[in-house]
């Protein structure tokens, strides 16, 4: 069975994430979104609504899955035996920070293979500091992140 695990901060999950995640199951038998803690980032969202968040935009997706993961994404690749992490480039400026975390990954464990996948144009500017960004200054992003995740981030922003 191919498996592959796509993690990320997913703060919150976007379209854009949501593209790559659809592109990798037709490759892939399987998907792990794993989201990481990434206390250093400083997320809007704690770790257990980013994970319900990315659960509710990826329900009606056949064999995708969504785990929260702390510490170093090899060590929970190796946990879960999967050898195959899905990265998202949306320009030429994550290429090279991706290039060096693929190599990164790689020198820790000569198992892991770093697949690199690109969203449609249409989702290409999208990031999820770019949603919090819209949101927090009052702008529409309904259209910038999956139906399901909207009610997560209206409720965020109403405690703000």
């Known amino acids: 069975m191919r498996v592959a695990i796509y993690p990320g901060t ?10 790559v995640i659809k592109r ?9 979104v794993a989201v990481a803690f990434s ?18 935009a990826v329900s009606d997706l056949e064999d995708v899955h969504v785990e929260a993961f702390d510490g170093l994404l090899v060590r929970f690749s190796q946990e879960k035996n999967i050898r195959v992490m899905i990265r998202g ?3 030429v400026s994550d290429f090279e920070f991706e290039l060096q975390m693929g190599y990164a990954n790689a020198s820790l464990w000569n198992e892991i293979e770093t697949v690199y996948l690109m969203p449609s144009l249409k989702n290409a500017f999208i990031s999820s500091s770019v949603v ?18 909207l009610p997560f981030v ?5 405690c703000m």
Do not use: C, W, Y
């Open 10 to 19: 997913f703060d919150p999950i976007t379209n854009g994430h949501m593209d």
């Open 132 to 149: 919090r960004s819209i949101a927090k200054h009052g702008g529409n992003v309904s259209h910038l992140i999956p139906s399901s995740v």
């Open 154 to 158: 209206e409720r965020k922003l109403l």
């Open 39 to 56: 206390e250093e980032k400083r997320p809007m969202f704690d770790v257990q609504t980013r994970v319900e968040m990315a659960q509710a």
């Open 89 to 91: 480039l949306r320009a």
């Open 24 to 32: 990798a199951r037709k490759l892939f038998d399987k998907v792990l």
